[in-house]
């Protein structure tokens, strides 16, 4: 079954800093992934999305995500956080095989050192 | 577009109670997800429709849990009886279909308390 794998419960950054919070994924072909981002009191709000074509995804706020076969692997990046950007953040992964639901990994809280 | 809309925002209620959470997905999408969302279990996706038809609700925890989707703009999710175990945050989410590389969008949820 599609599973998702964030390695990291929690990371903390210092504003200004770069970012890269990790993403593995199980899947059988090739994934549709994404990455979604909670403020407290929230619900999700897409960052980014991958479905194909070029492996380096842009999205809102500055947030790209580069999505690996080999290493089964779809990170986020963003090359300077603010202060605004604590939150935290969930990969996915789409079911496939005629399934629309997605499945999310356990989330990443991403705290930011002023 | 308003969103997909949840009601109620915040429910406190006390063991043995019924609950009911509704939800109003964006216009025009045809799949409606219910997720639930707990610090121990993170999100979990508890059923899912399409055109107002379940397709997969193997995530609901029991027979306690039921959901419906009566037409294309509005869906339930029912609790019955509720138990403090069932706290949570509970989202809903509509589509026009992944795979047809279309977003899920979310609800702000509704923040359930049992008592």
């Known amino acids: 079954a599609q599973s998702v794998t964030q390695p990291d419960i929690h990371i903390t950054v210092s504003e200004g800093a770069s970012l890269e919070l990790r993403c593995n994924y199980s899947?059988?072909?090739?994934?549709?992934l994404f990455w979604y981002v909670q403020s407290p009191g929230q619900g999700l709000q897409l960052l980014l999305k991958?479905?194909?074509?070029?492996?380096l995804v842009q999205g809102i706020k500055g947030f790209e995500a580069e999505f690996k076969r080999s290493q089964s692997s779809f990170n986020l990046r963003k090359p300077s956080v603010h202060w605004s950007d604590a939150a935290e953040y969930f990969c996915?992964?789409?079911?496939?095989?005629?399934?629309?639901?997605?499945?999310f990994g356990k989330g990443t809280r991403l705290h930011i050192l002023p | 577009d308003a969103g997909v809309i949840q009601s109620p925002r915040h429910e406190v209620t006390e063991m043995g109670q019924e609950v009911t959470l509704r939800c109003k997905p964006i216009s025009g999408h045809d799949y409606l997800f219910w997720y639930r969302q707990t610090m121990m279990r993170g999100l979990e996706l508890l059923i899912y429709f399409n055109n107002n038809v379940p397709i997969d609700d193997s995530g609901m925890p029991e027979d306690r849990f039921s959901a419906k989707m009566p037409n294309a703009s509005f869906s339930t999710l029912k609790i019955q009886p509720s138990e403090p175990r069932d706290s949570a945050v509970y989202f809903c989410a509509s589509s026009a279909g992944v795979l047809s590389g279309n977003t899920i969008y979310f609800g702000e949820g509704s923040w359930l308390t049992v008592v």
């Open positions: 991958y479905f194909s074509g070029d492996t």
């Open positions: 899947y059988g072909a090739t994934p549709y």
């Open positions: 996915a992964v789409g079911a496939g095989r005629g399934d629309d639901k997605i499945i």
